[in-house]
């Protein structure tokens, strides 16, 4: 049975970084695209990041763009969000997702299997 198990969230100074983890089981990590999406309190679901299978290519939301890094290690079966400069707006409940297909995107209808979430607050 497919998992995803999120972990790395907490709270952070404005400014700070914080470093997510997808953890993957029972499925071969390799083959599926992933995604990081958030959502805070009253506002929709958005696709922050995704990274496509195979070639690793990967695609960012302008909210996020070079302050945020996706990244893979399918020898671990985790996929990382590495998060820097980040800002109280980025506060929010941040999930990944599965997909059996090469290429990523970060429309959340387009993924089959989510993880739980994992809350990421930013505050002084």
């Known amino acids: 049975q497919l998992q995803l198990v999120e972990s790395g969230g907490g709270l952070v100074q404005p400014g700070g970084s914080l470093r997510l983890s997808c953890a993957g089981s029972g499925f071969r990590l390799d083959d599926y695209a992933i995604g990081w999406f958030r959502q805070a309190p009253g506002k929709e679901r958005e696709g922050v990041s995704c990274i496509s299978a195979v070639d690793g290519s990967t695609n960012y939301a302008d909210s996020v763009k070079g302050r945020f890094t996706i990244s893979r290690d399918n020898a671990k079966g985790t996929v990382y969000l590495q998060m820097n400069s980040l800002k109280p707006e980025g506060a929010a409940v941040y999930s990944c997702?599965?997909?059996?297909?090469?290429?990523?995107?970060?429309?959340?209808?387009?993924?089959?299997?989510w993880g739980q979430g994992t809350q990421v607050t930013v505050s002084t």
């Open positions: 997702a599965a997909v059996l297909t090469v290429r990523c995107s970060r429309v959340y209808t387009d993924y089959s299997d």
